[in-house]
């Protein structure tokens, strides 16, 4: 009987403990404006070229001036959101290692169980990291770059 009370806390206690909420958890609605997402697959050809996948949100604007747009998590890959000409955009490279500081394939852990055209975009409020889930994301037409991508 002792043996059965033990096991019976033991599973208890995992339990609780696999129910707490993920550092990761999304959020049901954000505090931002979203009009429409959508990426465009990029290549180059340069000898040791890369390719990737280029995001734009187009007027994502947050609602409070506490917030902070972060980065934005898809397939496999995690960026940073940069502001550019009345919208953010990232630039998402399908290669392990960047001298830039540009986004990278993630190895190994990725926090999210995304669809093909869904992303997370991450936001800072009042100090504290929180995630958004977006959909339908569009995709458009792919670029070639001879001479490898932009800097912007």
């Not at 180059?44 to 972060?70: C, E, Q, R």
């Not at 940069?82 to 001298?99: A, M, V, W």
């Amino acid at each position: 009987m002792k043996a059965l009370k033990s096991i019976t806390l033991i599973v208890l206690f995992i339990c609780i403990c696999n129910c707490s909420p993920s550092k990761y958890a999304l959020q049901k609605q954000a505090p931002i404006q979203l009009t429409q997402t959508y990426l465009q697959n990029w290549t180059t050809g340069v000898a040791i070229g890369s390719s990737g996948v280029n995001l734009y949100f187009s007027n994502l604007y947050p609602n409070h001036s506490s917030i902070k747009m972060d980065s934005v998590y898809f397939r496999k890959m995690k960026g940073k959101l940069i502001p550019l000409k009345g919208q953010y955009f990232s630039r998402l490279t399908k290669r392990l290692t960047n001298e830039e500081g540009n986004a990278l394939t993630t190895k190994g852990f990725f926090p999210f169980q995304l669809e093909n055209r869904e992303c997370v975009i991450s936001y800072i409020e009042n100090g504290t990291t929180k995630y958004y889930k977006v959909s339908n994301i569009e995709e458009k037409e792919g670029v070639y770059y001879p001479e490898g991508p932009p800097i912007n």
